[in-house]
């Protein structure tokens, strides 16, 4: 594994994952610094450790899903303290207290659940109260400083996500496509060579597939937070059209992946070779037109001409072979010219 490829692969790696994170990373370490800060502002007399917590917490998708776990947070937190200062009033520290508190704030957090799954917020701070040795001092300190830290969060979640989603979905868009041509050629460059060839081009298509989905979800969460961005407002049509080329990208995978199975299959199969031989006849050319009409969907261009000349040839081949390994070699190709159909269609 210390190979000059599999370094390669591992230094590939970690810098998709530091593209892909870190954005996000930076984004929560300024709004944690500013939480701080601002608590510091408003008279913290100790470090304001519960501000800098919500940021952490609720800064993990885009505004609206900040909006929601920064208000979700700031509930539990109001909830959960009423519930064991009230429960710290009637009973002393004991088992049936502890019961009692966590029973009360899993009740209150499944209500105060602000359009999300159950509020654990509620019980977490009512424990908090309830292991305090100064409970009162507790409850105030964490309930404005939440508070505090809630409200820098919603305020800069719209600013800071995300940074350029115009520059960003260009790249995912570029990338994308090329993923997608690569998926196609490679399969047809493998086709009736070796099963073992054919098996590690399937493995490759299926990492190829896995990128294009993570990109379409980016690529939503960026055409959502789009409404809460009012720095980037003059790019909604951009986005937009960006989304729709990537989840296109994303609708076309599904064939890539069972033209690749389906030549994984046959290869190697002495039975199927006349019908392999007259595949790599007429597959090179469709794949070729088929890629430029990929191409020219996504890019907005007019894809038509390459569209028709695909279509041509897949019934020249559906004429010249109706063997059935041959009609599931036609079958992804005659589905991923329909979807590029419904993405041209108004």
């Known amino acids: 594994m210390n190979s000059p490829a599999a370094r ?26 500013a939480a701080w800060q601002t608590a510091l502002w408003l008279g913290a007399d100790q470090p304001p450790v519960y501000a800098a917590i919500v940021p952490l917490v609720a800064l993990r998708g885009d505004p609206l899903t900040a909006l929601a776990t920064s208000l979700q947070r700031v509930l539990g937190v109001v909830a959960g303290i009423g519930i064991g200062i009230a429960v710290l009033n009637v ?33 977490a701070s009512s424990l908090l109260v309830f292991a305090s040795t100064s409970p009162d001092a507790y409850a105030l300190h964490r309930l404005w400083e939440t508070a505090a830290g809630a409200a820098v969060t919603i305020l800069l979640a719209p600013l800071l996500w995300p940074p350029d989603p115009r520059r960003t979905l260009a790249t995912l868009a570029a990338d994308s496509r090329t993923r997608l041509i690569q998926a196609l050629t ?50 909604r ?19 890539l992946t069972v033209l690749a199975r389906e030549t994984a299959t ?19 050319g469709l794949a070729a037109s088929t890629a430029e009409a990929i191409t020219d969907t996504l890019d ?30 036609r079958r992804p190709f005659q589905r991923i010219l329909d979807d590029l159909e419904q993405h041209r269609a108004p």
């Open 91 to 123: 009973l002393h520290p004991s088992t049936v207290a502890l019961t009692l508190v966590v029973a009360l704030g899993l009740a209150a957090g499944m209500a105060l659940r602000a359009g999300g799954p159950m509020n654990v917020q509620v019980p």
């Open 237 to 255: 049509n951009t986005v937009t059209r960006l989304t729709r080329a990537i989840t296109t990208a994303d609708r076309l995978t599904p064939h």
């Open 266 to 284: 046959f290869t190697g199969r002495e039975e199927l070779a006349p019908v392999l031989n007259d595949a790599r006849q007429h597959l090179p």
């Open 8 to 33: 390669t692969k591992r230094s590939g790696r970690a810098r998709d994952i530091i593209v892909t994170e870190g954005p996000a990373a930076a984004r929560i370490v300024v709004t944690v610094a």
């Open 186 to 235: 490679s399969t047809i460059a493998v086709l009736g060579t070796d099963a073992d060839s054919a098996r590690d081009n399937l493995a490759a298509v299926t990492s190829d597939i896995e990128a294009i989905r993570g990109h379409a979800v980016r690529a939503r969460e960026a055409e959502r937070a789009m409404r809460f961005n009012p720095l980037r407002r003059r790019h």
């Open 300 to 329: 907005q261009a007019s894809p038509r001409q390459a569209q028709t000349t695909a279509r041509e040839r897949l019934a020249a081949y559906a004429r010249a072979d109706s063997r059935p390994a041959a009609t599931a070699l």
